[in-house]
């Protein structure tokens, strides 16, 4: 099997251990379902189960743990001639296009996390642990120290609600705007300074 078609097929499969996540709890709230459940909608064994996700409820997140690395890593590949800021948002901008092809399962995870305040705290953990991750980056970037400089923490955490905002537009929207728009339009707006609306 070639490495392109390995990772399609982990792609896919992680993919089904999500969506049976969330289709269970959908059904039957997240006490009432279990890894072994999860394992078997999706066809797979738990042993397999575990091998994508280390509990029930970041399967029902999809959270993939290595994703915060690979956008440090983009961010120290941007072209040198780039800000940090210009880095991060296009960064952000790839990583909206990618969650906009996943439009059909946005409605179900909007409805599954609110209704599990569980699941809320746990994205928030992950969301922050993501902005240290991306601080980094942007440190090495600009010269800067996470410990000792306010410039990456504060620029990573613009960096997640540009994100969170547009996000919201989108849900607003019933999934019919384009996430993609809509992150380059919040960081438009970050980017000149955030005017006052006019009256």
């Known amino acids: 099997m070639t490495s392109g078609r390995r990772e399609r097929k982990k792609l896919a499969t992680r993919l089904a251990l999500h969506e049976a996540a969330l289709r269970l709890v959908a059904e039957r709230g997240l006490d009432g ?4 459940d999860v394992a078997a909608r999706a066809d797979v064994s738990p042993r397999t189960f575990f091998n994508y996700f280390s509990s029930k409820d970041d399967a029902v997140l999809g959270l993939d743990p290595g994703l915060p690395q690979r956008q440090a890593a983009e961010i120290r590949a941007r072209p040198a001639t780039e800000t940090a800021v210009e880095a991060l ?8 296009a990618e969650m906009a092809a ?33 601080a980094a980056a942007l440190a090495d970037r600009t010269g800067t120290q996470v410990d000792a400089d306010l410039y990456p923490m504060l620029l990573a955490g613009v960096g997640a609600a540009a994100m969170r905002t547009a996000l919201h537009r989108w849900f607003a929207t019933d999934f019919t705007a384009s996430l993609p728009d809509l992150v380059d ?12 609306p006019p009256r």
């Open 33 to 36: 379902v279990s890894v072994d």
């Open 89 to 96: 948002r296009a960064v952000t901008h790839a990583q909206a």
């Open 102 to 134: 996943e439009s059909d399962l946005w409605p179900l995870r909007v409805t599954v996390i609110e209704a599990h305040p569980a699941l809320v705290g746990r994205l928030a953990a992950a969301f922050g642990e993501s902005e240290r991750v991306l």
């Open 185 to 196: 339009e919040a960081w438009a707006l970050v980017a000149a300074g955030l005017p006052a």
